[in-house]
């Protein structure tokens, strides 16, 4: 991933899924939702960090209450809640985003159900299971800006 491109955050065991918005929360959803996200500088500036920005700039994701991930725009992102450290997938492929504040937390897809179309994306704590390595991993697709 490259500071200043356009993604599309594809999850590792759906692959019509992508990381998305709905309303304010971030949601792992079908492509009827945004899902390019521009990749920029870490909000809090800590070296090697990122914060994931809608493709105009004018918004980005963060940390919210005790496990959920909202949308904020820039006037009002928390600057450390903002900031992720890119690592390799837990999978070893893809990637995955550990909030810089937090370490040993990932971003995840909460529980699959059959029937439901969109999953919530949270943060929570790596417990070491498959099931939570294959959710806390995504794809970055180049898409235009």
Request: proline share 3%.
């Amino acid at each position: 991933m490259t500071l200043g491109h356009c993604y599309k955050l594809r999850a590792y065991h759906h692959t019509d899924d992508f990381f998305g918005n709905k309303g304010t929360y971030a949601y792992n959803t079908p492509m009827n939702r945004p899902i390019v996200w521009k990749i920029g500088a870490g909000a809090d500036g800590k070296k090697n960090t990122v914060t994931i920005y809608d493709r105009t700039g004018r918004y980005g994701a963060m940390l919210y209450k005790k496990n959920t991930v909202r949308f904020y725009w820039n006037k009002w992102l928390n600057k450390k809640a903002a900031t992720f450290y890119v690592t390799k997938g837990l999978m070893h492929a893809g990637v995955s985003f550990m909030p810089a504040n937090l370490k040993g937390y990932f971003l995840r897809i909460e529980g699959y159900k059959k029937g439901v179309e969109e999953h919530q994306v949270r943060f929570r704590k790596y417990n070491g299971k498959f099931a939570f390595k294959k959710a806390a991993t995504w794809y970055p697709i180049a898409a235009k800006c």
